[in-house]
């Protein structure tokens, strides 16, 4: 048994215009620029780490 770091961590973003949580997989939030809600609104991914 080995203790790898977790990579697939998701990351919880809410969307500023209609406050939804959205979940997205750690990978995606180092990559891409930006996240979307289920209502379409597209927003900035912000860094907290
Ligand atoms: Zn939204």
Redesign the pocket.
Known sequence: MSDEPKKDDPVELR?P??R?KVTIPREQADTAMHAR?S?G?EFEIARAI
Do not use: L, Y
Request: charged content about 45%.
């Open positions: 969307c215009k209609c939804e809600c209502k609104h």
